[in-house]
């Protein structure tokens, strides 16, 4: 049958059926004699009379493991089939109906080839993965279409670990082999421009839905090609939805709202997965839609709701080392672009010097995230960054410009239990001698383990009124003195 999706068409000239190969007859075996006369040929008709052993059934779990590898090994051949036969130049423009169809098609003439017989449950499985390896990522693409996935690991071809609910578990999929692996990889970098190999063995890139990717590759990737991926959040998370998560109290968010909506200079602080990005998206809720705000990342995760907002995003160099955008280039460039508010998707290099200047030069209200432990570890980790930006400056000028910049530190932490909090809100109150003085105003307290491994604890004030109520004030929001409280363990 004619299929356009096809490579090569069959000839339609009808062949003569080859001749079956003549079967050799085979010579009756010798009689020998025996050894021991009538007493050997007793013994051996004794042998043949007794029935043989009937060989053990197999464990179920044994039966079953063998059909999942024979599964696995006729969807490799199968794949193999699929790649050589279907005509990739006419997958794009084609409907998805058609290409299931096609693929169906296939499958079942390769099946049929092969003398493999699937239940109609495992065959349209069979089906769904080679559609997912034609037009989505493989073995990849179910646990992206998983919404309980946080973050895809892949360590080698046959070890690929998920988050869920902030806990790493072992998955059963796996890829064929590296070859295999290695075209994933190559599949998704080069849809955005980006090369992989071993010249240039690590890459950065931003699937079409938004997710953060990244990979290594052999021979600096040891033990097979490291992937990770951390999917993008299509639910957008705001500051009603973190509290009722258990994120942060109630008192924290409207001290929180008053403070983004009078212009403080933010820094959301957080080891890696410790929800700093999310945290940052649930603040900028409290941003007036009449503000322009300029957002600047390396890779776009930010979803302002906002009406005027200016997306920015860094570059890499390409193949012949040139062509580079970097964050400072955007954040200089975004100084000039009339923004009341610069928020920049996390500070990690020399861009910081720029940041603190712009927070510095009237446009408050500015936020960032940052990799740090705590508070004043954000603080130390700023002061390094300006260090290492190669400008030469007193450590007390550098304080100095991070004391007035740099208003509240936000810390967020992932928890053991894999929950994620709000574990303290400090406030940077300006300078003593060559020390920048701060002061916490709520915080989360730890108070035991529950049985089945989660973290006890509860948001409390700590007694110190806020640095800036009379600005809040001000600009109308006088924040009852009761949510400074500090509120003891029942």
């Not at 051996?44 to 090994?73: F, V």
């Not at 062509?323 to 100084?335: E, F, I, K, M, S």
């Not at 701060?438 to 640095?467: K, Y």
Request: proline share 5%; hydrophobic share 40%.
């Amino acid at each position: 049958m004619f299929s356009r999706f096809r490579k090569d068409q069959p000839d339609p000239t009808p062949q003569p059926p080859r001749a079956a190969p003549a079967e050799k007859a085979e010579a009756p075996p010798a009689a020998r004699p025996a050894a021991n006369g009538g007493q050997a040929t007793g013994e051996k008709a004794a042998r043949r009379a007794a029935p043989a052993p009937k060989p053990a059934a197999p464990a179920p779990e044994d039966k079953e493991r063998r059909r999942r590898q024979r599964i696995l090994e006729v969807k490799s051949e199968l794949h193999t089939r699929l790649l050589d036969n279907l005509n990739l130049a006419v997958v794009d423009s084609a409907s998805e109906a058609e290409l299931r169809s096609e693929i169906a098609a296939i499958a079942a003439e390769a099946l049929s080839d092969m003398n493999v017989v699937l239940t109609s449950e495992e065959r349209m499985q069979l089906n769904q993965d080679l559609f997912f390896e034609v037009k989505g990522l493989g073995p990849l693409e179910p646990l992206l279409k998983d919404d309980a996935v946080n973050d895809i690991l892949v360590n080698g071809p046959q070890r690929i670990f998920v988050e869920r609910a902030g806990k790493l578990e072992l998955t059963d999929v796996t890829f064929k082999d590296e070859r295999h692996l290695l075209r994933i990889i190559d599949k998704i970098v080069s849809a955005v421009g980006r090369r992989v190999d071993e010249s240039n063995p690590y890459v950065d890139a931003r699937l079409a839905d938004g997710s953060r990717f990244n990979a290594m590759i052999p021979p600096v990737a040891v033990d097979g090609s490291l992937v990770s991926i951390r999917k993008f959040k299509k639910e957008k998370l705001g500051i009603d939805d973190l509290v009722r998560f258990g994120a942060f109290s109630e008192e924290m968010a409207m001290y929180l709202e008053a403070a983004v909506a009078t212009r403080l200079n933010v820094v959301v602080s957080g080891g890696t997965g410790s929800g700093k990005t999310t945290t940052l998206n649930a603040l900028s809720s409290f941003i007036d839609n009449s503000e322009r705000i300029l957002t600047i990342e390396d890779t776009a995760e930010l979803q302002l709701q906002q009406v005027h907002v200016g997306r920015m995003e860094s570059r890499p160099p390409n193949v012949e080392g040139k062509g580079a955008v970097t964050q400072r280039d955007c954040l200089r460039n975004a100084l000039r672009m009339r923004p009341d508010r610069i928020i920049v998707g996390e500070t990690r290099g020399e861009e910081v010097i720029d940041m603190l200047q712009a927070m510095n030069t009237g446009h408050d209200g500015s936020m960032t995230t940052i990799h740090a432990n705590s508070a004043r570890d954000g603080i130390s980790r700023l002061e390094n960054m300006v260090a290492m930006a190669g400008i030469e400056m007193p450590l007390r000028a550098v304080r100095s410009q991070i004391a007035s910049a740099v208003n509240l530190i936000v810390q967020a932490s992932r928890l053991q239990d894999g929950s994620r909090r709000m574990v303290s809100v400090t406030e940077i109150t300006g300078m003593e001698g060559e020390i920048i003085t701060m002061q916490e105003v709520f915080r989360f307290e730890r108070t035991g383990i529950a049985p089945d491994g989660r973290i006890i604890g509860h948001f409390t004030g700590c007694g110190i009124r806020s640095h800036y109520s009379d600005r809040f004030k001000r600009w109308g929001y006088d924040l009852p003195h009761s949510i400074y409280d500090v509120i003891r363990a029942e």
